[in-house]
C-alpha cells in the first residue's frame, strides 16, 4: 500500500506557464515532506521541503502548499523553464530529523517543459 | 569537491549470480544509505550506515548485504541475484543520519539481471 502517491506520472507545460505537481499521503504520522528532482543519468537532488507547522514555503520559481486535513501537497513552478523538465519526487517523513529509512518516496511525476 | 560517486555505472548479470556496487560520499560525510529504484517507483530504503555502523535496514531479503569501510566508503552486495533485482541502485550519503533533506545522492548504478 502506497504511502505517498503522486498519481500522475506525467505532465507536459510550455515554457513560461505554471507548472503543478501533486502528492498526497495516507499515513497522518507524516509531518515532514520534501520534492527532490531527478534528471535523467543523475542521482535525485533535494529541491524544496515543508514542515506541517507552514501551509507554504517558497524558494524561488519553487512554491511547495501543504493542505493537511486533505493530506495533500503540490509543488508549483512559476515561470516553468525547460531546463525544469526532470522526474519530480515527493517524500514523507515522521519528523524533519528521522532516520532514513522512515523517508517514504512517492513513485515521481515526469515533467516536459516545452519550448 | 567530488560528489558522491558509484561504480560501476552499467552492469548486466545473470540470474544466481552475486553483485557488488561500489558508493564514495563526499568527503566529510559519514552516513551512507543505499537505495533501490524499479522503473516507475520511487528509491526505496535498503541499507544505512554511520560510523560503519548499520542503523538501518528496509524490507529487503537478505541476499542483500553491505558494509561500510574505515573511510566512510560503502559496498552494497546481493547475491543469488533475481531478475527481479534489475533497477538503479543509489548510494546517498550525508554529515549526519538523521536531518532527511541533508542527502546527496550518486548517479546510481542501473543493474540489469537476464
Known amino acids: 500500500d502506497q504511502q505517498v502517491k503522486q498519481n500522475s506520472p506525467s505532465l507536459s507545460v510550455q515554457e513560461g506557464r505554471i507548472s503543478i505537481l501533486n502528492c498526497d499521503y495516507t499515513?497522518?504520522?507524516?509531518?515532514?515532506f520534501l520534492w527532490y528532482k531527478k534528471y535523467p543519468a543523475e542521482g535525485p537532488t533535494f529541491l524544496i521541503s515543508?514542515?506541517?507547522?507552514?501551509d507554504k514555503n517558497e524558494d524561488g520559481r519553487f512554491t511547495v502548499f501543504l493542505n493537511k486535513s486533505a493530506k495533500h501537497l503540490s509543488l508549483h513552478i512559476v515561470p516553468s523553464q525547460p531546463g525544469d523538465s526532470a522526474v519530480y519526487f515527493c517524500?514523507?517523513?515522521?519528523?524533519?530529523?528521522?532516520?532514513?529509512?522512515?523517508?517514504?518516496f512517492g513513485p515521481g511525476t515526469s515533467l516536459s517543459v516545452i519550448p | 569537491d567530488a560528489g558522491v560517486t558509484q561504480s560501476p555505472t552499467h552492469l548486466i548479470k545473470t540470474r544466481g549470480q552475486h553483485v557488488t556496487l561500489r558508493c564514495s560520499p563526499i568527503?566529510?560525510?559519514?552516513?551512507v544509505s543505499w537505495y533501490q529504484q524499479v522503473l516507475g517507483q520511487g528509491p526505496q530504503f535498503i541499507f544505512q550506515?554511520?560510523?560503519?555502523?548499520?542503523?538501518g535496514r528496509g524490507n529487503f531479503p537478505d541476499r542483500f548485504s553491505a558494509r561500510q569501510f574505515p573511510n566512510y566508503s560503502s559496498e552494497l552486495n546481493v547475491n543469488a541475484l533475481l531478475l527481479g533485482d534489475s533497477a538503479l541502485y543509489l548510494c546517498?550519503?550525508?554529515?549526519?543520519?538523521?536531518?532527511?533533506?541533508?542527502?546527496?545522492f550518486g548517479s546510481g548504478t542501473r543493474l540489469t539481471v537476464v
Open positions: 546517498a550519503s550525508s554529515w549526519d543520519p538523521v536531518t532527511a533533506s541533508g542527502y546527496t
Open positions: 499515513n497522518s504520522m507524516f509531518d515532514y
Open positions: 515543508i514542515s506541517s507547522i507552514k
Open positions: 517524500a514523507a517523513t515522521a519528523g524533519e530529523k528521522t532516520s532514513y529509512d522512515k523517508v517514504i
Open positions: 568527503s566529510g560525510h559519514k552516513s
Open positions: 550506515y554511520y560510523e560503519k555502523e548499520e542503523r
